[in-house]
């Protein structure tokens, strides 16, 4: 069983910054392959990053060099670092995992980009 808990969304102007994080509990979630989607209104909910337990990262198209994810397994906690945020971030962005083929989602944290 695994727990995720997002954190750090708000309201930020066009080309501003935030950092989102996830908690992590359970058994072994500091080893799991965890990433990013988010889901704006009205639109499905899309994949934005991952990072596997070695660290390896990936990203969707329209974020990268803008987004940084990354992860501190002694805090079993991930982090998306958003820069140069533009009004199409705005979204509801989640945390997942995949564990013993079990897909695990935090309950999200809002994003809001606009002036």
């Known amino acids: 069983q695994v727990q995720l808990v997002e954190s750090g969304g708000g309201l930020v102007q066009p080309g501003g910054s935030l950092r989102l994080s996830c908690a992590a509990s359970g058994s072994g979630s500091s080893s799991y392959t965890m990433a990013w989607y988010r889901q704006a209104p009205g639109q499905q909910r899309e994949w934005v990053a991952t990072?596997?337990?070695?660290?390896?990262?990936n990203y969707q198209h329209s974020v990268k060099g803008r987004f940084t994810i990354s992860r501190d397994n002694a805090r079993n906690t991930v982090y998306l670092q958003m820069n140069n945020l533009k009004p199409e971030d705005t979204a509801v962005y989640y945390c997942?995992?995949?564990?013993?083929?079990?897909?695990?989602w935090g309950k999200g944290t809002l994003v809001t980009v606009s002036s």
């Open positions: 997942n995992t995949v564990s013993y083929g079990r897909s695990y």
């Open positions: 990072i596997t337990s070695t660290d390896i990262t």
